[in-house]
Structures are given as structure tokens and as C-alpha cells.
């Protein structure tokens, strides 16, 4: 194969490949996007909450939802990287895995993502990882829920680690999108998962944080007195 063949060619791959992460969805208008959202917020209601509530927006999570829409669009980045993932932090109950629930079927809805996402809870997927190692959870896209519940391993030599740590690593460098939702802050992050990601964490997910208190019922005030 001749030079200019050879140059045409990886040209061609390097569009192709800029195109996977630059297409911009032009028939989804802010609307239709918050439509499908609370299609999707409200089926995790009632599937994963056993809820018969419906998803609310209000002056908590307004915001979130319109940066959510950004990713989406791609059309702000100043406010949001939509090459790379997203945690969503917040206190117990605020709605964080609800959101990142429905927000990752809608990726998959507008084929934003080219499989679904897989959602897991971090002690589940520590478990995981103890079993079958990191390699079934490197490449494929995953929403890790509730980042920083999961216990440290112990090693062969009795050092404690951490196995999401340990995944978190690799996915970065292979550039998988990494989503999740944890009641930690920038300094519970630090201290979780130090050893590998923490200082490399901004650079492959976006930290939003959704504010508000618990929107769980309290059934204990119908219990008889």
C-alpha cells in the first residue's frame, strides 16, 4: 500500500472514531430529553423502589437535570465534559440513584452509548471483583451505585485494598465511561480510593453535586403510638 493510501486511510479511521464521540443529537430538544428522563426516573421508581411516587423536579435538583441534558446535547461544555462520566453526590435519600438510573437508560435510549450501561451496587461489585477479578468490568460501560459503601480486601500480605480502586484505575486508562452515585465528598473520595484514582478522578468523570434532604418517607410516623 502506497503512502497516501496509508495516510487516507487513518485519516478515515480518525474521523470515524471523532465522530463516535462528537455527534450531536439534533432532534432532542431540552423537552424531549426531561420527557424520556422522568419516563425512565419513574419506571426506576417503581421497578427498583417497589414507589408508586413520580419523579418531581424541584429547586434541589433543577439544576442537576439541565447539566444532564448539556451532557446529553453536547452543546455546553464549559459546564460539563460529555467525553467522560459522571458521580453524582449528595446526601442518604436525595434522589442521586434514581437520577443516575434513569439518565443511564436514556444514554442508551439515544444511543449515546452503544450498550447498556451496566448498574450495579459498589458491594455487589466488590464481591465481583473478588471472584472474577477486574477484567469483566473494564471495558463496558457501568453506573456504580452508592461509590464507597464496598469493604477493602485484604491481600496476600494482609494489606488492605481497595478492589473498585483497583477498577476505577483501569477503566481510565482505557477510557471506559465510569458513572456512579455516592454520599462521600471530594475528601471521603481522597481517602477511599487514594492509592489509585483519587488524584486522576476529575479527569474521568464529572462530580455533580445534587443538594436536598432525604425525599423518603418516614413510615415509622404511621405506626400506631
Same mark, same amino acid.
Given at each position: 500500500?502506497?503512502?497516501?493510501? +496509508?495516510?487516507?486511510?487513518? @485519516?478515515? @479511521? $480518525?474521523?470515524?472514531?471523532?465522530?463516535?464521540?462528537?455527534?450531536?443529537?439534533?432532534? !432532542?430538544?431540552?423537552?424531549?430529553?426531561?420527557?424520556?428522563?422522568?419516563? $425512565?426516573?419513574?419506571?426506576?421508581?417503581?421497578?427498583?423502589?417497589?414507589?408508586?411516587?413520580?419523579?418531581?423536579?424541584?429547586?434541589?435538583? $433543577?439544576?442537576? &437535570?439541565? &447539566?444532564?441534558?448539556?451532557? !446529553?446535547?453536547?452543546?455546553?461544555?464549559?459546564?460539563?465534559?460529555?467525553?467522560? #462520566?459522571?458521580?453524582?453526590? #449528595?446526601?442518604?435519600?436525595? #434522589?442521586?440513584?434514581?437520577?443516575? =438510573?434513569?439518565?443511564?437508560?436514556?444514554?442508551?435510549?439515544?444511543?449515546?452509548?452503544?450498550?447498556?450501561?451496566?448498574? +450495579?451496587?459498589? +458491594?455487589?461489585?466488590?464481591? @465481583?471483583?473478588?471472584?472474577?477479578?477486574?477484567?469483566?468490568?473494564?471495558?463496558?460501560?457501568?453506573?456504580?451505585?452508592?461509590?464507597?459503601?464496598?469493604?477493602?480486601?485484604?491481600?496476600?500480605?494482609?494489606? %488492605?485494598?481497595?478492589?473498585? =480502586?483497583?477498577?476505577?484505575?483501569?477503566?481510565?486508562?482505557?477510557?471506559?465511561?465510569?458513572?456512579?452515585?455516592?454520599?462521600?465528598? &471530594?475528601?471521603?473520595?481522597?481517602?477511599?480510593?487514594?492509592?489509585?484514582?483519587?488524584? $486522576?478522578?476529575?479527569?474521568?468523570?464529572?462530580?455533580?453535586?445534587?443538594?436536598?434532604?432525604?425525599?423518603?418517607?418516614?413510615? =415509622?410516623?404511621?405506626?400506631? %403510638?
Amino acid at each position: 500500500m502506497k503512502i497516501d493510501e +496509508i495516510l487516507e486511510k487513518a @485519516e478515515a @479511521e $480518525r474521523l470515524r472514531e471523532y465522530r463516535k464521540i462528537a455527534t450531536i443529537r439534533q432532534d !432532542v430538544s431540552c423537552e424531549n430529553f426531561k420527557h424520556l428522563f422522568f419516563i $425512565r426516573a419513574n419506571q426506576t421508581l417503581v421497578n427498583d423502589h417497589k414507589s408508586l411516587d413520580t419523579f418531581q423536579v424541584d429547586e434541589f435538583n $433543577r439544576d442537576v &437535570l439541565n &447539566l444532564l441534558y448539556f451532557y !446529553v446535547a453536547r452543546t455546553n461544555p464549559e459546564k460539563i465534559n460529555s467525553l467522560i #462520566g459522571i458521580v453524582l453526590a #449528595g446526601a442518604y435519600g436525595c #434522589g442521586k440513584s434514581v437520577m443516575m =438510573s434513569a439518565f443511564c437508560k436514556v444514554l442508551f435510549d439515544l444511543e449515546f452509548v452503544k450498550e447498556k450501561v451496566i448498574e +450495579i451496587h459498589a +458491594i455487589e461489585l466488590a464481591e @465481583e471483583i473478588r471472584l472474577k477479578g477486574v477484567i469483566p468490568f473494564a471495558r463496558v460501560p457501568l453506573l456504580i451505585q452508592d461509590m464507597g459503601k464496598e469493604n477493602n480486601l485484604l491481600n496476600n500480605w494482609g494489606t %488492605k485494598i481497595n478492589p473498585i =480502586s483497583n477498577l476505577l484505575a483501569l477503566r481510565s486508562e482505557y477510557g471506559s465511561l465510569t458513572f456512579g452515585s455516592t454520599n462521600m465528598d &471530594l475528601d471521603g473520595i481522597k481517602e477511599q480510593y487514594e492509592e489509585y484514582i483519587s488524584k $486522576r478522578f476529575d479527569e474521568h468523570v464529572n462530580r455533580i453535586f445534587l443538594p436536598g434532604k432525604s425525599r423518603r418517607p418516614d413510615y =415509622s410516623l404511621n405506626q400506631p %403510638k
